[in-house]
Every structure is written in structure tokens, then in C-alpha cells.
């Protein structure tokens, strides 16, 4: 009995791992490399580009996310005047995931790389949705010389003290059952995340073809779910440790707040953030959630054009 026990959980073992492996290829081809790659601390960084000339806009992307999520909401409203760069975070979209990439410092030096090589010489404003607001305010940190200007969309900035961490986070980042787990996910993720898509784009409706516009299908490779959950996992460590340097910042800052956001609380944030950041501009959105970048999209590009060199150029002309 133990031995066909055995022999059931390592056909039903090798059954999931083809299954995620077809899945992994799968979405691979339905949303493949479409940027460049740049190599930074001997790991390829994934950047989508729009624009041929003006200023440069660099974007990072949130939690469970990648660089289409501004391909087709902020990029198309910014790519006749500015030049756009959009990263895949370390191991997510197609970006590979050096050492130690669960620190918002070596995630700022990935995204600070692929902007020396692509715009060198040049700085940016840099755009951050959420988790992405984390890794833009270390990058204005870390290397000023490279950053024009901020706006952040629904940031997280400071330790919220515990509680909301996904189960599943947990099980994914842990460096014994997370190989298994991660495994397991394509099998149940996708279906999952679009019914919870609702939830987060709460009170404005999710846009029509958000799941596929926004290659979320790419989040449910073992890999990739697995460097999100470590990520997340460790981000409260990370963001106790880098709240205190926010008074360094002295470049533009605007920050884009929904007062119903429904996946972090404002006041435990940008509520904070204000006042650390003396050149902090706070845009209340009454009736906006985390996703300001989709149903405040013209306002966010507006913004955008404000800060960025060449506009304000343009404007003392």
C-alpha cells in the first residue's frame, strides 16, 4: 500500500510540474519579449519603450504586475512628446532576478540601470503604481542624479504595522514548500486573480481586456509567482528600514490617492509621506481607488508632463 502511495504522489507530482512547465510556454508565447534587455548586476532587465524623442519618463510597476500595465493606459498618452521606458521588475514580465532582488535597493539599481544605459546622461520622472511607488522613492533615494521628478500612483511607503498579508504569499516565498506551491498555481491562479480583479480596481469598474492588455497571465509562472510573494514578504522589513531617509528627498513629488482604495490605507502612507517630503504635492481623489493610472489616466499624463525637463522648458519659453 505505502509503495503505490508513492508511486501516486510522484505521478501526481510530475503531472503538475508538466502542467506548470506548459503553462510557463505557453503564456511565454502569448506575451512574449517585446522590449529591450539590458544587463544590470549580471541580470537582464526587460524594458518596453515609447516615444522617439523629449523627455524621459521611466515607469515601474506595482505588486503582481509587469511593464504592460503602462502599455497601454499611461504610454500612448505620453509617446509623442516623451520617451517612455517601462521595466519588468527583477523576475517578473521577463526580467531575470539577480541577488538579494527582494530589496527595494537592488530593485532601484535594476531600474536605475536600464536608465543610465537607455536615456545615459539624462534624468527622468519616474512613475511607481503602489509596490512600484516603494522601489521609485528608493531610486530617488539612492541615485537623485538620475531622477527629474516623482509621481507616485496608490504608493506604498512606510511599514503598516502587520495584517493583509496574502496566505498565499506565504506559502509561495517559503524555501521548502514554495517550490512545490508555486507549481500548483497555474492551475488555479488565473481564474482566481480574474475574478478578484473586481476588488481591486473598486469603486471604478475594471477596464474591458485588463487580464490579457496587462499580460497578468504572465504572474502565474512558478517563477514569477514566486518572486512576487518573496517580494511582498519582504516589504514591511524593507520599507521600516527606508522610512526614515524620506526627508533626503527634494525633488517634485506628486502623489496620486484614491480615498477608497481598498488594498492599502492611504493615511498609513501618503498620509505619513507628506510630511517627510517638504515638495510633496497630494491629489485627493475622492472617489478613486488604487488604480488612478486607468480611470485618472489624463490627469496622471498631465502631471507627468509638468515635471518632465522638457515641458517645463517649453513653459519659461
Known amino acids: 500500500m505505502l509503495t503505490i502511495i508513492v508511486i501516486v504522489l510522484v505521478l501526481g507530482g510530475a503531472a503538475v510540474w508538466v502542467n506548470s512547465s506548459a503553462y510557463a510556454a505557453r503564456i511565454n508565447e502569448t506575451h512574449p519579449a517585446?522590449?529591450?534587455f539590458v544587463t544590470v548586476n549580471g541580470a537582464d532587465v526587460h524594458v518596453l519603450r515609447e516615444g522617439e524623442s523629449g523627455p524621459v519618463v521611466l515607469m515601474i510597476h506595482g505588486a503582481s504586475a509587469n511593464a504592460r500595465e503602462y502599455s497601454w493606459t499611461l504610454a500612448p498618452r505620453l509617446a509623442q512628446t516623451h520617451r517612455v521606458l517601462m521595466?519588468?521588475?527583477p523576475g517578473h514580465g521577463h526580467s531575470e532576478r539577480p541577488q538579494?532582488?527582494?530589496?527595494?535597493?537592488?530593485q532601484a539599481e535594476q531600474a536605475a540601470g536600464a536608465l543610465r544605459a537607455l536615456a545615459p546622461g539624462e534624468k527622468a520622472v519616474v512613475v511607481g503604481h503602489s509596490f512600484g511607488g516603494a522601489v521609485s522613492l528608493r531610486l530617488a533615494l539612492d541615485h537623485p542624479e538620475l531622477v527629474e521628478g516623482l509621481v507616485l500612483l496608490a504608493p506604498v511607503s512606510h511599514d503598516w504595522g502587520g495584517g493583509g498579508e496574502a496566505w498565499y504569499n506565504k506559502y509561495a516565498g517559503h524555501p521548502v514548500i514554495g517550490p512545490v506551491f508555486t507549481h500548483l498555481v497555474p492551475i488555479v491562479g488565473p481564474?482566481?486573480?480574474r475574478n478578484g480583479v473586481t476588488n481591486v480596481f473598486s469603486p471604478k469598474p475594471a477596464p474591458e481586456g485588463y487580464f490579457e492588455n496587462s499580460a497578468i497571465g504572465l504572474l502565474f509562472r512558478p517563477s514569477n509567482f514566486a518572486a512576487n510573494a518573496k517580494d511582498v514578504?519582504?516589504?514591511?522589513?524593507?520599507?521600516?528600514?527606508?522610512?526614515?531617509?524620506?526627508?533626503e528627498i527634494e525633488v517634485p513629488t506628486v502623489v496620486f490617492s484614491g480615498a477608497l482604495?481598498?488594498?492599502?490605507?492611504p493615511p498609513?502612507?501618503?498620509?505619513?509621506?507628506?510630511?517627510?517630503?517638504e515638495s510633496l504635492e497630494l491629489v485627493k481623489l475622492a472617489d478613486g481607488g488604487h488604480m488612478p493610472h486607468h480611470a485618472f489616466g489624463d490627469d496622471v499624463a498631465a502631471t507627468i508632463r509638468r515635471l518632465s525637463s522638457g515641458s517645463n522648458a517649453q513653459a519659461a519659453e
Open 191 to 193: 481564474s482566481q486573480v
Open 233 to 247: 514578504n519582504a516589504l514591511r522589513e524593507e520599507l521600516g528600514a527606508q522610512q526614515e531617509r524620506y526627508t
Open 261 to 265: 482604495d481598498t488594498v492599502i490605507s
Open 268 to 277: 498609513l502612507h501618503v498620509g505619513k509621506l507628506k510630511h517627510q517630503v
Open 100 to 106: 538579494d532582488a527582494e530589496t527595494l535597493k537592488v
Open 34 to 36: 517585446e522590449g529591450e
Open 87 to 89: 521595466v519588468d521588475r
